[in-house]
């Protein structure tokens, strides 16, 4: 299998780079705009640091774009298009569409980690999915063969459901994320131990996994417990934001409830 190459050495470059690495893979080089960050990842993955994007001309094999999606349309101007035809160039952003991409150009695709990344935090990527598009079916083939060394779930996906999943993906894990630090920050105004609400996380966790979570839901704004839910609030009375908060979720629990 020819190299891999990493524009980007930040949470995705880090994972995908060990993936790869581990499935013996060679990392043929790794650009970021810190040049200490690419010449850290390189040391760890027995690569090297490129000086820039357009050094990927005339090399061969797959080169990702992990930068954050802001940044991708400009890097795109920096990458040289006129000598990468053995290259096959994917972004990995669940947010972006296809047509980031210059008009015209096939080489080109998704290779979308569908997983919250954070380097210095190792991930089983066998378990990993990659959802992966391109505008040419032989590109689709060959992200498919790539991403088929690093995880048993590889899933082409269209341009229309890439960002759907993404949207699903922010509620279920950013969002979730959020109440978590507002759940740790509650229970730190009176140093109250965080620990008592693992079995609790672990159950929710647990049973969303099997179970359709509409048939789940238990707690005060579900059973209409309005006489709970004003205390609650009354607790909240100095953290107007997290109250609003609040008010929203449960809401939309059970929109009868008159808060
Ligand atoms: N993290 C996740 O959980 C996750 C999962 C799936 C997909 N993704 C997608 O993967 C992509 C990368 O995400 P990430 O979490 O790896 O991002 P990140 O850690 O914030 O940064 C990635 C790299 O991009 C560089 N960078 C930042 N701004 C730039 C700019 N304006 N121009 C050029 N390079 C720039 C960073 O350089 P510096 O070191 O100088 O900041 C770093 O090398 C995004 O499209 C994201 O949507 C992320």
Redesign the pocket.
Known sequence: MKPVFLI??????WHLGQAFHRAGIPIGGIW???PD?SAALATLLDSRPLASPMALSGKEGLALI???????A??LTAIPWQDIYGLTLA??????PMDVFPEGQSGVGVF????????GFPTDFSQVPVLISARDPDRVSILAAYASLITARVVPISDEDRPLLHLAAVFLNNFVHHIGIQSNQILATRQLDRTLLLPLLRETMHKMETTDPALLQTGPARRGDLTTILTHLGLLKDQPRLAALYRLLSSSINPELPI
């Open positions: 980007g050495a930040g949470n995705v470059g970021s705009r810190n960050r992990a930068v954050p999606d802001r940044a991708i400009e890097l972004h990995t952003s669940g947010g972006t979308y980690p569908l997983q919250t990344l954070t380097q």
